[in-house]
């Protein structure tokens, strides 16, 4: 990843204060005992949050005196959570890293350098994935999952409102006010508000790529361009039309759409598992799923990586676990735990588990196209180019303003960053 040295915010002036007073983490006097913080989200996941615990934790039974600690954080304040606890030269050990996020760690300096962690054997069964968790030549994490986003749908709510799959914007529409008519369920949710910043951010890039958009192109920022402006006009005549959930946030419609009562989904194969698994009104097998109902196939990604802190308390035991995590029976239990996700490895979920969850291979599909939502030339900037551009589409929602104007004051307030 090429990223130009841009530091930010709080984590950017307490690490490089600490960094040039020549601070740093304090490997542990010997490997293979301590504690072990980890740091993600979807520890909170419901199901899948105790699947994915079991499936790291197995270093304990490698490593008898290594414990493994959860530090679960919402995914809305996991980032800022992360910039202070780890400003402050604190934080988890390990942590999972959103690739938005992993650019300004890395400038930072807040990533341990992982170049020598692994070895051959391990080495050799990575995929591509990885590569996007190096940062001047160093890799500062590994894949922990790649996740594509779909559109999915209630199957029984869908024919109770005699509306088909949609497969265009004009469908989705459609079949989105034929479901609230019907049945007085929202037809259709997605994230829309600047208080899920981050992934709404990741949420959103589905729109501007599907509409054949991006952000950059050839080192110059392209928010205004008429993709884009056309994705954020069809966004908004979704939020508009009345038959989508405004106002709530994801873990909101996450759960209407858990008790079947959300008609259509745009989201990633990780959310729509936590939603069904092990769902008695809402089943896995009453899902239907399909591409994004857009004019190009292009589509958004969720990448994830796994790093260890600068400042990790047990920095070689931390290391150790890497080195486990990425061994073979360890890739297996976490394609199992991860599901419908691309891993770091090739190691596939099983096949049951794709029999049951027929929906898994659309998703898996989606990644022939998939792109993430860094800002190609300006990644160190991603969030503060994120900020601008959803403040500006979160004024044409809510305050009706014109797209195209918007995005223009986006682009021009964006250009200043330079």
């Not at 890395?106 to 080495?123: I, M, N, R, S």
């Not at 994705?231 to 873990?251: E, N």
């Not at 929906?359 to 990644?379: I, K, M, P, R, Y």
Request: with cysteine.
């Amino acid at each position: 990843m090429n990223v130009r040295k841009q530091l930010a915010g709080l984590i950017a002036v307490a690490l490089t204060a600490s960094l040039a007073a020549g601070c740093g983490g304090d490997d542990p006097p010997a490997a293979g005992a301590g504690e072990l913080v980890f740091a993600s989200w979807q520890w909170l996941e419901p199901s899948r949050g105790d699947q994915l615990w079991t499936a790291v934790t197995g270093f304990q039974q490698v490593k008898p005196a290594a414990k493994m600690k959860q530090q679960a954080v919402a995914r809305k304040d996991y980032e800022s959570t992360l910039k202070t606890q780890i400003g402050g030269r604190g934080g988890p050990d390990i942590l999972i890293i959103p690739d938005t996020f992993l650019p300004e760690l890395a400038d930072a300096g807040a990533l341990e350098p992982l170049d020598d962690v692994l070895g051959a054997a391990e080495k050799s069964t990575l995929n591509a994935t990885s590569a996007a968790g190096t940062y001047e030549g160093k890799q500062v994490g590994y894949a922990w999952e790649i996740v594509n986003y779909a559109l999915f749908w209630n199957k029984d709510l869908l024919a109770k409102a005699g509306a088909t799959p949609p497969t265009d914007l004009a469908g989705l529409l459609a079949a989105a006010k034929a479901i609230k008519d019907k049945t007085g369920n929202p037809g259709f949710a997605v994230r829309h508000q600047i208080s899920e910043e981050t992934p709404w951010w990741i949420d959103f890039s589905n729109w501007s790529y599907g509409f054949g958009g991006a952000w950059s192109k050839d080192g110059k920022l392209t928010i205004n361009s008429p993709e884009n402006v056309a994705a954020v006009t069809a966004y908004r005549d979704m939020y508009a039309s009345g038959a989508m959930a405004v106002g709530d946030d994801a873990s909101t419609f996450r759960s209407k759409f858990k008790e079947g009562k959300i008609g259509m989904m745009i989201d990633n194969s990780s959310a729509l598992y936590t939603m069904v698994n092990g769902n008695k009104v809402v089943p896995s097998t009453g899902v239907g799923a399909s591409k994004l109902p857009f004019p190009t196939p292009a589509s958004g990604q969720a990448g994830f990586f796994v790093g260890i802190n600068k400042y990790a308390k047990n920095k070689a035991l931390a290391k150790e676990w890497l080195r486990w995590f990425y061994g073979a029976d360890a890739q297996q239990r976490a394609a199992a735990a991860l599901g419908a996700s691309v891993i770091g490895t090739d190691a596939k979920p099983p096949a049951d588990f794709v029999t049951a969850n027929p929906w898994v291979l659309t998703f898996q599909a989606q990644a022939a196209t998939s792109a993430d939502a860094v800002v190609d030339g300006f990644e160190t900037k991603t969030a503060q180019l994120r900020h601008l551009v959803l403040t500006e589409v979160e004024k044409v929602l809510v305050a009706g303003d014109d797209p195209a104007a918007a995005l223009t004051r986006a682009q021009q307030e964006a250009e200043k960053l330079r």
